[in-house]
């Protein structure tokens, strides 16, 4: 247990070095000063009886909306937000220590230590999800303590919603980790994690495209559609969650969970196998 987290130590580290954590938290900062000092609300008896955005009075559709209402779609958008730009940078910005951990001298060094190849990468895992983690929980968490103070309005499950971003980081890092043991180009590693993330878009339109295939077509987007990840069709869950709404589905997080546990088992088996 103490070389594991002595390993997750030493990747806070490098995240620490790189800056990578510094900037993430600067990034995460602005967010939450933003949604503090954007909204200006007047509460009156638990109801919206004003609302500022950035100082104006908007129209529309958002200046008729119920304080509940203003809560859930604040929540969501930054829920949204964390997912798709949050894993996004947190992919480009931990990619690199996937390859920099294969450099020679750095992993001579580490595998001249009394453990064994298992417990390394297991550590460097646990670091990067760790690191990750604590952002995602510093964002999310913040906006919702901030939005529930604001209204006393609180909503529990917009807190589910951290954990499948965070969940959903852990699948996509692990396609980074087995493109950087496998070939140690950090490129080629973000190139493949994204190509999957914008080949999801696609894949989430199914019921739509396959009217458009033929037989063999259909066959083959459909074993497509369940061996890769369902990353974009894992944001309807988030909303949800975000929104206090009930999932109708669950299957495209489950799926994407179960890509993730082959590709790190992938990872795991060529990392060991391999001749440092």
Known sequence: MLPVLGLVYLTFRQLWA?????????ISSLILLMVGFALNLEVVDGTLAGLRLFGQEPGGPLGSIGLTELVFVVESAVAGLAYWIGILLALFATAPLAVSLLTPGHIDLLLSKPISRTTL???????????????????????????????GIWNPAFLGSIGLVVGMFAVMYSVVLLMSVWTESTALALIVSYGLIFASIVLAAADAILDQLGVVGSAGFLALYHVLPNFAEVTVIVSA???????ADWYPLWSA???????????LWWFNRRDF
């Not at 790189?18 to 600067?26: E, H, N, Y």
């Not at 670091?127 to 529930?148: D, K, N, Q």
């Not at 969970?257 to 990872?267: E, K, P, R």
């Open 241 to 247: 969650l975000s929104q206090a709404e009930s999932v």
């Open 257 to 267: 969970f179960l890509f993730g546990t082959v590709t790190y088992v992938l990872a």
């Open 121 to 151: 990468l297991t550590g460097h895992v646990l670091g990067i999800w760790g690191a990750v983690a604590v952002l995602a929980l510093y964002l999310m968490g913040g906006t919702w303590l901030i939005m529930s103070f604001k209204t």
């Open 18 to 26: 790189k800056k990578v954590v510094l900037g993430l938290f600067v």
